[in-house]
């Protein structure tokens, strides 16, 4: 479906379109629900974890690329029956390319952006895939198209932002001139005659572009694509000339900018990458402000070259089209609505496009005419005999400067032309060459994270030994840059038509998913990765190849193999049904994605030998809130200093933060290297702490969580427990002692008396619990490193801090010893439902020198004289005043309740009216007061029976614990252990004895009582 807004903007403001693309096979896999929906130019999006929340949009255009299309024979997408919903190529270009187009024909600066997460078909739309043309090339087409029907002088140059050969180690500079505003120095511009050529030189930008992203030493740097063409029309009638630039922008996913922009890290923004997407959005912000009559003091175009190169298309002498790209997927769900709250930003940018029209043309006439006129002047003062003179002097000098100025205005396009024409022949002839070999050779291809990246750097293994490695002048070898590769690498052998590959010692080769220390033979279509994370699909010999599709094996491919083999995927039953979690499925992405991240920051560390280790970890996995519900769970990773065995926690965004800026770091460092000539890794890299993407203050770790239930407080019973305290993951990290004492308001214990039975008697009333945290014992993160503390946090309630134990250092079973008592003054029904449903979280924390300890602020806190915190502050009236729709509510329904109860009341009267008529008639008028203690006797029996019961539970759980400390002796031999069994069995029988017992006395009771009050209520009837 294509859908177009009425013209209801002014013409320059920034046009946006949205397109969803179809789900990709993680996606499919995952059997992702699609949250996307378009009315014409509106689109919806919805929360999947909140079926209330949805926001929509309104655009300039709407593409439904999601569903409704098949693949003709050519490979091409297309609607599945004829003006089907779903937008094609094609009509994406009719609606957008077109635009651009007559707009750079007319003479108008044409910009083109497109901006999305990463995946969500930005190249897809803008270069496109296969057969499935995106709008360059079919602008481009268009474009020399225009140029072969219309009779005018049309010339059109390329600009290539990625040109070859010598280039500065920060890149190409952008300088600022008055006239022509920001512009990349040393920049070439090539010359092109038709769309072709224009094809060819994207292919040869993608290669460069490869080649940087590779020697970059890291496959997941990413970077914008930046096309400029510029249109020179010359009108010889008019004598005027008019110049227009498109830019073609795909930019760098969108994450980026939220990696580094939305959380709070030390060291800000990563790279320039993401520093220029940061403000990208800036600009875009200002100029929407700018444009709603807002106040702005300052756009800050100048804070990137991204933005400098586009400040004629923000705001400024262009029209400009950005084109939003979509994830369908909930596990996309946060990106998808801050592209779309981003593009929502863009629309309301207003530009200022003029025609770029000058009159060059006119000027060489203008120069031609004075030169002729100087010419006549100087023959006649020949004539005259006046030589020279300091007059024809002037003339002369004049003359010269105005043919230079003429020649150079009349070669210089012709010059450019026959330059650029014989250097990219050159290397044309290179691809040519290369697509012979593909012919006659097994190869290995680049696999980058960037689809577009893939597949373009080949290199051909020949017959007999070939080394791989960093090698660059070595006879007989394949030279690769890389993160982790080593001098020689591995050996290829290619015998007989058959390839092997061998690692040399020390180095790392993967071959689908594994590790590979001998010699493997290879197959068509294994997946090598060398290094730390350079990725390579082995080709076989043209014989074996098949017509099999190999873009299955993307990038993805090869770190969900490599995952599996961690024992991390996506179990058979959770794919292909709609029933998974989709925040486990987004942790399970992350974690795919963060992985090639790790092994390179790991391989970064170890060659700047900063001694610092990354491993990936999921949050709460294991864990679960007071209630028993999981948690969120979320990637983090494990940084660890092998040296001072300091450990830090880091979310996913600060890692991604750190990871760019330790690429900055290693880069320097490799160039500082080379510049150098030095021996590698002499001496670790020493950076001031301020700019060291490998430290942080240490602070307090969070290392696991127990549960301490509540519901015997409800009862007024005191609990004793054992508790497991469980990491992250599931790892026993301590066992603590942990009591709850119910307590007078002075501390002192309550006796068996005066536990409760029903507990909503505590309503009201005062209650006093003591906590009591006695000691851990085993603690595991001390017992790693003796120097190590540890504090136990814990919240209760409502108290507005969590309470922490004071710090105990270097013991791996440190006593606590540590008592807080709680109030509450008038218990609250809230109270209630929270001690009979809840658990206490008590959270284990790990200090470690140079860390500041925890302590609660109790500024905010309310205790009693005595020194007990006093908790159920807010009264239930109060609670319910601060919430009036609630209280309105519950107005409505009490006034239900006190007329259904008034009848009830009335039928209750009448009855006990006749009961009492008919009690009389049978007891003649004997003791009525007898009945009406028959009940409260009753309950009383049932309130001994219950205590007798919780009192053999007690010692049942002290069995239990008792049986949990059971263990046997570490050296005991074959008779210890038999021994140990035998007590074993006879503490288990003791226990099962105790239970049976507890449980049968209590069944015995209750039978009793319930058949007391029969026998009794069987006198009344
Ligand atoms: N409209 C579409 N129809 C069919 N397939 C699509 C569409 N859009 C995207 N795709 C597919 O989705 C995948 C990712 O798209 P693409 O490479 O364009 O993402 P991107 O936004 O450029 O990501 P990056 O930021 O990583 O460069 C590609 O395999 C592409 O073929
Ligand atoms: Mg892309």
Known sequence: MRAKASDMHSKDCVKVAVRVRPFNKRERDAGSRCIISLVSTSISIQDPRDCHNRRSFCFD???????????????????????????????VFQDLGVGILENALQGYNATLLAYGQTGSGKSYSMVGYGPNKGLVPKLCDRLFEAIRENQENRQCQVVDLLSRGSRSAGGLRVREELQRGFYVEGLRKIPCENALQVEQLMEQGTRTRTTAATHMNANSSRSHMLIILQLKQIFSKESITKQSNINLVDLAGSERQRSSGSEADRL???????????????????????????????????????????????????????????????ICYEESLSTLRYAERAKRIQNRAVVNESPTERLVKELKAENARLLQKLSRMDQEGRRATDESKELRQLLTQNELQIRAIQTLWEQHLQEALKDWEQQYANITQERRMMQMYPYILNINEDAQLSGVVKLFIQEGEWGIGLCDSAPRSISIKGLGIQEHHAVFRNEQRRVTLTPLTGSKVIVNGNAVYETAELQHLDRLILGSNCTYLFVGYPSERGGEDWSRYDYDYFQSELAAAEGIHLSESNTGCSQTDPSLLAVFYDYIQLMPMVAEANQISQELSKGVEFKLEIKNLALSDSRGHDLQKDIVVRVTAAGSKQVWMWSKAKFVNRKFLMEEVYQQFKAAQHEDNRVEGLLAVVL????????????????????????SLAFRIPLEEQLEVLGSEGTEEAILQAQLVPCTSTGLPLGEDDILIDPSEVLGRRLDFQLVLDQCCGVRWIREARNRGIQIGFRVFDCSEPLYTPAVWHNINPLLDHRVQFTSLQTSQRLLDYLQSSAVVLELWGLQEGCSVLSSSLGAVRMTAEGAFI?????????????????????????????????????????????????????????????????????????????????????????????R????????????????????????????????????????????????????????S
Not at 71 to 79: A, S
Not at 308 to 318: C, E, F, H, T
Not at 908 to 924: C, D, F, G, M
Request: glycine share 8%.
């Open 965 to 1020: 400390r059971h263990r046997p002796s570490e050296e005991s031999d074959l008779l210890g252990l038999r021994l140990f069994v035998d007590e074993q069995s006879r503490l288990l029988r003791d226990f099962s004895e105790q239970l049976e017992d507890g449980v049968s006395t209590l069944k015995q009771d209750v039978a009793a009582i319930v058949r007391r009050k029969r026998e009794r209520s069987g006198i009344w």
């Open 268 to 330: 800000k923004e990563g790279t320039a990458i993401n520093l220029s997407l940061t403000t990208l959005g800036n600009v875009i912000s200002a100029l929407a402000d700018v444009a709603v009559g807002k106040k702005v003091v300052h756009i800050p175009y100048r804070d990137s070259v991204l933005t400098k190169l586009l400040q004629s298309a923000l705001g400024g002498n262009s029209r400009t089209v950005m084109i939003a790209t979509l994830s369908p997927a909930d």
């Open 61 to 91: 255009y709407a593409y439904w690329s999601h569903s409704g299309f098949t693949r003709d024979q050519t490979g091409l997408f297309v609607p599945e029956e004829p003006g089907g919903r779903y937008a094609d190529q094609h009509s």
């Open 688 to 711: 001031p702490r301020d700019k060291d993407p490998f430290w942080d203050p240490v602070e307090p770790l969070l290392l696991g969580t127990t549960h301490l239930w509540l519901q």
């Open 871 to 963: 908790i159920d502050l807010l009264h239930p009236s109060q609670a319910a005043l601060s919430d009036s729709a609630e209280l309105s509510c519950s107005v409505g329904a009490l006034q239900q309740d006190v007329e259904e109860l008034k009848s009830l009341n009335e039928s209750l009267r009448k009855e006990n009216h006749s009961l009492r008529e008919q009690l009389n008639a049978v007891k003649n008028g004997g003791d009525g007061a007898r009945g009406r203690s028959l009940r409260p006797s009753c309950d009383a029996e049932f309130a001994r029976a219950l205590k007798v019961f919780y009192h053999s539970m007690t010692s049942v759980r002290g069995q239990l614990q008792r049986l």
